[in-house]
Structure formats: C-alpha cells, structure tokens
C-alpha cells in the first residue's frame, strides 16, 4: 500500500488560491490517486481523482508530476467555506481484491476572511 | 441517482448496552459497503467491507461485527459496546469491479458511549 504525507494543517484567506501537495513515493503503477473533503460532523466527500498529468472539474484541480511520487490538489479562489479537512489516498477503493485505502489525519485548510 | 443514508444520526449508549446501526444504498446494484470509524481528531479507520451479501470482511478485530442480509444493506452491530467504541461512524459505498472507484461517505452516526 502506497502510504501518503501531506501537511497537518494550511491557513489562508479567502479569494486566493490553496495548493496541497501530498506525498506518495512508493505508489504502485495502478494508483490512481483521489482527494476528499470533510467537513465537521459529515462524511467525506469525493472532491477529484486522477493518474497523470492534470486534471480539472468544477471544484479542483489535480496536478501529477511524471513521476507520480507526489501530487497537488489547486483549489481557485477559496471561500470561507472550503474550511475542511482534505484527504489525499493512493490505491484501489478498498474492496478485497484491490487493496485497501489508507486515510491519513489529513490536511486542516482554514480559510480567513 | 444513487444516494446512501446512514442513521441514526446521534446515539449516546451505556457501557454494555447492545448496538446496531443501519446503512442503506439507494440507485446502484451489489456495491462495494464499507463501515469506517473516525476517532475524534483522528483520520478514517476501515472496520468492515463487503462485496456481497453475506460476504463480510474484517479489516480490524475488536468489540464489533457486520452483517449484509440485503444487497444494499449494510449493518453494523456490537452485544456489549466499550467505552472506547466512542466515535465516528461512516458507511460508504462504491461500484464494485472498479478498482478506482471513488468511495461515497453516508453522513455518519455520533455514538457517545457513557
């Protein structure tokens, strides 16, 4: 299992742009790598996946170097509430014969006004 | 589309009363169910998932079981809960047979045990 390191926790204000980049140095060639979010008191929430090279939705982007020892998930113009813990996994989705999905403590963003 | 609802919500037990809390999936076939638990400050642990009903596996052992009698019905359940049951507790589902296949969280249940 591919095991990640991200920062504890990120502060900034509101309008700019976050970047977090999570570390996994040992993904295997199947990997893909997939960001939650979670607020207070809820489930996380699927935010983005991706294997190589950028990739972009409506809420962030994924960066992935060629290397894919490391990736950066971009979130533009933050607001007060993207205030939330965000996960970065390497693996499968954690069925049986796929392997199993660490969730680490995560990164803590507190976006200020 | 496919929704998961998990309850209930907020549960406060006493030490050595029994437990089961209910997880259910709505808009897909025979997914992927998981039960996670998430201590307070702590990252997600897994506890159980499953790939069929009936089919359960066991992630860490401890004070709590799972059962899946329906295809997208997902139990968990313990005789005698502990104090350190105490936590978090997150159902999630995704399409089986998709190795990358994102996992989609419930709301999760508050369990208080005094």
């Given at each position: 299992?591919?095991?990640?390191t991200?920062?504890?926790?990120?502060?900034?204000?509101?309008?700019?742009?976050?970047?977090?980049?999570?570390?996994?140095?040992?993904?295997?060639?199947?990997?893909?790598i997939?960001?939650?979010?979670?607020?207070?008191?809820?489930?996380?929430?699927?935010?983005?996946?991706?294997?190589?090279?950028?990739?972009?939705?409506?809420?962030?982007?994924?960066?992935?170097?060629?290397?894919?020892?490391?990736?950066?998930?971009?979130?533009?113009?933050?607001?007060?509430?993207?205030?939330?813990v965000y996960?970065?996994?390497?693996?499968?989705?954690?069925?049986?014969?796929?392997?199993?999905?660490?969730?680490?403590?995560?990164?803590?963003?507190?976006?200020?006004? | 589309?496919?929704?998961?609802?998990?309850?209930?919500?907020?549960?406060?037990?006493?030490?050595?009363?029994?437990?089961?809390?209910?997880?259910?999936?709505?808009?897909?076939?025979n997914?992927?169910?998981?039960?996670?638990?998430?201590?307070?400050?702590?990252?997600?642990?897994?506890?159980?998932?499953?790939?069929?009903?009936?089919?359960?596996?066991?992630?860490?052992?401890?004070?709590?079981?799972?059962?899946?009698?329906?295809?997208?019905?997902?139990?968990?359940?313990?005789?005698?809960?502990?104090?350190?049951?105490?936590?978090?507790?997150?159902?999630?589902?995704?399409?089986?047979?998709?190795?990358?296949?994102?996992?989609?969280?419930?709301?999760?249940?508050?369990?208080?045990v005094?």
């Amino acid at each position: 299992l591919a095991k990640t390191t991200q920062p504890v926790s990120m502060d900034s204000y509101e309008g700019q742009e976050v970047n977090i980049t999570c570390s996994h140095n040992n993904i295997a060639t199947n990997d893909y790598i997939t960001w939650y979010q979670q607020f207070p008191s809820q489930g996380p929430r699927f935010i983005i996946q991706g294997y190589k090279t950028k990739v972009t939705n409506e809420v962030a982007s994924l960066f992935i170097p060629a290397d894919r020892k490391s990736s950066t998930l971009s979130l533009p113009r933050v607001s007060l509430s993207d205030t939330a813990v965000y996960y970065c996994l390497v693996g499968g989705d954690g069925s049986g014969n796929t392997g199993k999905l660490i969730f680490g403590q995560g990164t803590t963003l507190q976006v200020k006004p | 589309s496919q929704t998961i609802h998990q309850w209930p919500a907020t549960l406060v037990q006493p030490v050595g009363s029994p437990l089961s809390l209910e997880c259910t999936v709505e808009g897909t076939s025979n997914p992927n169910l998981y039960w996670y638990r998430q201590a307070a400050g702590r990252g997600l642990q897994l506890l159980f998932y499953s790939v069929g009903i009936g089919q359960i596996s066991s992630e860490v052992p401890q004070n709590l079981s799972a059962s899946r009698p329906q295809d997208r019905q997902f139990i968990l359940s313990s005789k005698k809960l502990l104090l350190s049951d105490s936590g978090f507790y997150l159902c999630a589902w995704s399409v089986p047979d998709r190795e990358n296949s994102p996992l989609h969280f419930g709301n999760g249940t508050r369990l208080t045990v005094t």
